[in-house]
Antibody
Framework: EVQLVESGGGLVQPGGSLRLSCAAS????????MSWVRQAPGKGLEWVSS????????YYADSVKGRFTISRDNSKNTLYLQMHSLRVEDTAVYYC???????????????????WGQGTLLSVSS | DIVMTQTPLSLSVTPGQPASISCKSS???????????FYWYLQKPGQSPQLLIY???NRFSGVPDRFSGSGSGTDFTLKISRVEAEDVGIYYC????????FGQGTRLEIK
């Protein structure tokens, strides 16, 4: 059974930094692309970033480009999101999502998120 | 950026009745490989999102056949043939041909 468990959320001041983690199990982690999707309180879903199975290919939403870095450690089956220069508007539940394939290997787009974690809450406030 | 626009933003349906949600994209989602990178997700109350439909019309594993997706290019529709109580939640359309963007969401409630 696929399991995705996010951690690392918390309260941070504007301008601060934080790293989120997503521990994966139940599948061959390196064979699948992974993503972070966030949801501000009472709002809709917003895609944040994606990374291919090898970690080489990364994509970012304009709203976080230059401030957030997605990475993965395939030896630890863990996905990360390093966040810097945090803003109040970054406050959200951050979900880790598994793609149904590796867009890096398939060399084509994909939006097929077949598993999601339960989310971790990041609050940015002074 | 591709903008996804859903209508309606909310609907209230009597159990057993059909429901339909529309989603329009600001650009065609048809890729040169012949596939259309359009998806439907459902977020039930208090839960993480779950995949319903991928590439316009393919039901994901375990999704009841009362859910169906259709459309092409820029216009897409999700239909529920007979709404059940367990279908309540927020439905999101999503495109993946140019990065990823979600629609605003459509809240479905039971009358």
């Amino acid at each position: 059974e696929v399991q995705l468990v996010e951690s690392g959320g918390g309260l941070v001041q504007p301008g601060g930094s934080l790293r989120l983690s997503c521990a994966a199990s139940g599948f061959t982690f390196s064979s699948y692309a992974m993503s972070w999707v966030r949801q501000a309180p009472g709002k809709g879903l917003e895609w944040v970033s994606s990374v291919g199975g090898s970690g080489t290919t990364t994509y970012y939403a304009d709203s976080v480009k230059g401030r957030f870095t997605i990475s993965r450690d395939n030896s630890k089956n863990t996905l990360y999101l390093q966040m810097h220069s945090l803003r109040v508007e970054d406050t959200a539940v951050y979900y880790c999502a598994k793609y149904g394939e590796d867009f890096e290997r398939e060399a084509r787009p994909s939006g097929l998120f077949d598993s999601w974690g339960q989310g971790t809450l990041l609050s940015v406030s002074s | 950026d591709i903008v996804m626009t859903q209508t309606p933003l909310s609907l209230s349906v009597t159990p057993g009745q059909p429901a339909s949600i529309s989603c329009k994209s600001s650009q065609s989602l048809l890729h040169s490989d012949g596939k259309t990178y359009f998806y439907w997700y459902l977020q039930k109350p208090g839960q993480s999102p779950q995949l319903l439909i991928y590439e316009v019309s393919n039901r994901f594993s375990g999704v009841p056949d009362r859910f169906s997706g259709s459309g092409s290019g820029t216009d897409f529709t999700l239909k529920i043939s007979r709404v059940e109580a367990e279908d309540v939640g927020i439905y999101y359309c999503m495109q993946a041909i140019q990065l990823i963007t979600f629609g605003q969401g459509t809240r479905l409630e039971i009358k």
